[in-house]
């Protein structure tokens, strides 16, 4: 599979999946017009690369500063992914990070955590 890279725009976060390497990066804001459009194939270039994977290591790192709540259940739908891979013997760490001081972004993050079984999830302040 294709390594994929966006660069941010004013309303899109930086992308960086490195399929190769299993190493992964959401960066920026996001609240894109059409989420499922951004979003979308996005999600299934991972499913379908998850799903081929077994016994591998899976570093997934999200900081956001700002997102929608249309992206806030891609983000859920990517947890999932992300946990169902666990789930499969993979070793899955995610890491959340979160601007100094920004409890909005960190509690998100919490939440959305919630409900992950077998993969890692660790919160990261980063100084702004």
């Known amino acids: 599979m294709d390594n994929i890279s966006i660069a941010k725009t004013g309303r899109t976060p930086e992308i960086s999946f490195d399929f190769s390497t299993n190493v992964y990066l959401i960066k920026g804001e996001a609240y ?8 979308g194939h996005l999600m299934d270039s991972l499913a379908e690369h998850f799903n081929t994977l077994s016994k591998s290591a899976i570093s997934f790192r999200i900081e956001l500063i700002y997102f929608n709540s249309s992206s806030a259940k891609m983000l859920l739908r990517l947890l999932t992914l992300l946990d169902d891979a666990a789930g499969r013997g993979n070793r899955v760490d995610i890491v959340w990070a979160y601007e100094e001081g920004d409890d909005n972004i960190k509690e998100l993050g919490e939440e959305l955590a ?10 990261e302040e980063v100084p702004i």
């Open 32 to 39: 894109p017009e059409d989420v499922t459009s951004f979003f």
């Open 114 to 123: 919630e409900d992950l079984r077998d993969a890692k999830f660790c919160l």
